[in-house]
């Protein structure tokens, strides 16, 4: 009997570098990697979108426009190259705009994408209809998405058969165009018994012939079993990676579904050893990165709280910048009572930051006394209905801190009013500035924001990581015993280790170990941070109360000020985290300057 042919799109190269790299990856250091692939025979490739669009401007000081220009000229004109797209979020740190979403799937068909998968974290169905209206228009294929997870144990109400079939029936009723259908698990924690009655269930519902696609993670060590269940139920095309990005965090391994469906009625298709070459091609292109050690773990305690995969490492690569990987454990453990009481959205990019940062907030200020915007917002609307009302306590100190009503406008409805998220809004950024107004730069400010305009000004910095090369002798390097150098974000420092010490261009730091790795020391301060501070009178020092970034900063020398305005906004944590003023008086000296690195406690401005 003939076997089933089934079809696969390799990961590798966004959900792969997503899940182990934080995204944060140098586009032709990967592109021999790409070539290999094809030669391997894969014509079918996750090539962009989620954070590798953003993660480009961000931490690599690359366009991601680039990125995609480069992956289809390497892929070939035949492949299938597809991005993720966040509804009416797209690839934004917010939700955009309508003008915003079609100039996405425009932008996004000029740079050589042929299909564009996409989901709305809620699954409020709301979200899908314009934004896959701009992608069908453009003349892509459109993917149309049901996210999945499982609850937390002890919860229900959504997240089973019955949940995703209604999801998928209001799909359908809404009349959106869409090529395929994919199920997809971000977070890996579905089991597999409901993966199957689902895509059962879509199977009988669906039209004869259409695709449906299944996605998942390695992350609860339940994928492989997960994606045979699809199969049986009549899925047609499964997601898998290529090592050194498969497993843990990531999709299987080609390799290793190849292995589990031998002897089945399935078959992948593929020449193994072809695969299995190209793979040494990756490992060889990636052995200069630092591979997280919670990357390619399995982690029996994620259906507790459901961390996916592509959010986990983002995450723990800033706890590292910052020099708080020591909490991480404490983050992910009150990360359960957060998804408990904020209404079931699925654990995906990007409820799943949401989550995090609200978690993120409970572990280091306190139980629920600093509501994260994100997570306010989505309690209360902003984003769309959640597939269950969020707690009425969680919801009423949200909107106390925010200042907001709860709302069920509809999304669009919401920021199509809003003067922010205006095209117009955009266009002045780059004036402002004096950018260039093309499409691409309208759409880097609208999706990136201040991060975008630094890049588009050449200000932006490199925030990979790599593995720091075994030091030369002493003799050789020229340098005295002991000495190292250490480029940290693209910035050399002589380091010389002595003892618990080390002195970093001749300042002496306390070695700081973290999980069994010794943390690079702080960048030194800035000429403007390294100035003196007096603390006489009635001078008051307004500090940093969580490691950040400077996004702006809003006051100079001279200024008056009220108690509450706004002095400096921080990005902690991808949250633009406003620090303001607690007394009247006239800025004494501001110590910070926009993309400036602060620690905790670290004085940004004195008032007097």
């Excluded at 979020?89 to 100039?103: T, Y």
């Excluded at 991480?328 to 990360?335: E, F, G, L, P, T």
């Excluded at 730091?509 to 009635?538: I, Q, R």
Aim: net charge negative.
């Amino acid at each position: 009997m003939a076997k089933k042919q089934v079809s696969f799109m390799c990961t590798a190269f966004r959900d792969g570098f997503q899940s182990v790299y934080g995204a944060r990856v140098l586009t032709e250091d990967f592109m021999p990697a790409v070539a290999a692939a094809r030669e391997a025979g894969i014509t079918y490739f996750e090539a962009g979108g989620g954070a590798m669009f953003q993660s480009p401007y961000f931490y690599c000081n690359e366009d991601a426009f680039h990125m995609m220009d480069r992956f289809r000229e390497v892929a070939g004109p035949q492949a299938n190259l597809q991005t993720l797209s966040r509804g009416v979020n797209i690839v934004c740190l917010d939700s955009a705009s309508s003008e915003v979403i079609k100039l996405h799937a425009k932008l996004f068909k000029k740079h050589g994408i042929t299909t564009i998968r996409n989901f709305d974290a809620l699954n409020d169905v709301n979200n899908l209809i314009y934004s896959g209206k701009c992608i069908h228009e453009a003349g892509l294929k459109h993917q149309v998405v049901v996210t999945m997870m499982a609850l937390p144990p002890g919860c229900t109400g959504a997240h089973d058969p019955e949940f995703y079939e209604k999801t998928l029936r209001q799909i359908l009723d809404a009349g959106i165009p869409y090529d395929s259908v994919c199920f997809k698990d971000a977070s890996g924690t579905s089991i597999p018994a409901y993966v199957f009655e689902t895509v059962k269930r879509a199977r009988k519902m669906l039209p004869e012939g259409t695709k449906i696609q299944y996605h998942t993670h390695e992350t609860a060590g339940c994928g492989v079993l997960a994606y045979k269940a699809a199969l049986d139920a009549g899925a047609d095309t499964i997601d898998l990676s290529l090592s050194p990005v498969s497993g843990g965090t990531c999709q299987p391994d080609v390799i290793v579904m190849w292995h589990a469906l031998r002897g089945s009625e399935y078959d992948l298709g593929v020449d193994i050893d072809k695969v299995r070459d190209a793979e040494k091609v990756f490992i060889d292109c990636m052995k200069d990165y630092f591979l997280p050690p919670e990357a390619t773990k399995v982690e029996p305690l994620i259906p507790w709280s459901p961390m996916p995969g592509g959010a986990l490492t983002a995450n723990t690569q800033m706890l590292r910048d910052n020099n708080l990987m020591g909490r991480y454990n404490d983050m992910i453990a009150a990360m359960s009572e957060v998804v408990r009481r904020g209404g079931f959205g699925t654990s995906v990019t990007p409820v799943s930051q949401f989550y995090f940062q609200q978690a993120f907030n409970n572990v280091l200020q306190g139980p629920w006394k600093k509501i994260a915007p994100g997570y306010g917002k989505m309690v209360l609307g902003y984003f769309g209905k959640t597939p269950v009302a969020p707690d009425p306590e969680i919801i009423k100190i949200a909107s106390e801190q925010l200042g907001l009503a709860p709302t069920t406008r509809p999304v669009l409805e919401i920021n199509d009013a809003d003067p922010k998220k205006s095209i117009g809004t955009f266009k002045k950024m780059l004036s402002d500035k004096g950018l260039p107004l093309t499409e691409e730069n309208i759409f880097i400010a609208a999706a990136c924001q201040e991060k975008g305009i630094l890049f588009l000004e050449g200000k932006a910095s490199l925030g990979i990581r790599k593995n720091v090369p075994e030091a030369k002798p002493a003799a050789q390097a020229g340098a005295k015993p002991d000495g190292y150098t250490v480029t940290v974000n693209g910035k050399a420092f002589a380091v010389e280790l002595k003892g618990d010490k080390a002195l970093v261009n001749g300042k002496e730091y306390a070695v700081n170990v973290v999980d069994g790795l010794t943390a690079a020391p702080p960048a030194p301060a800035s000429a403007s941070a390294a100035a003196p501070v007096s603390t006489s009178g009635a001078e008051t020092e307004i500090k940093a109360a969580v490691p950040g970034v400077v996004l702006r900063v809003n006051v100079s020398e001279g200024d008056v000020i009220a108690e509450g305005d706004e002095l400096v906004v921080l990005d902690v944590m991808k949250m633009e985290t406003p620090v303001v003023s607690p007394c009247d008086g006239m800025v004494k000296a501001v110590l910070v300057a926009q993309t400036d690195k602060v620690n905790t406690g670290e004085v940004l401005v004195v008032v007097g």
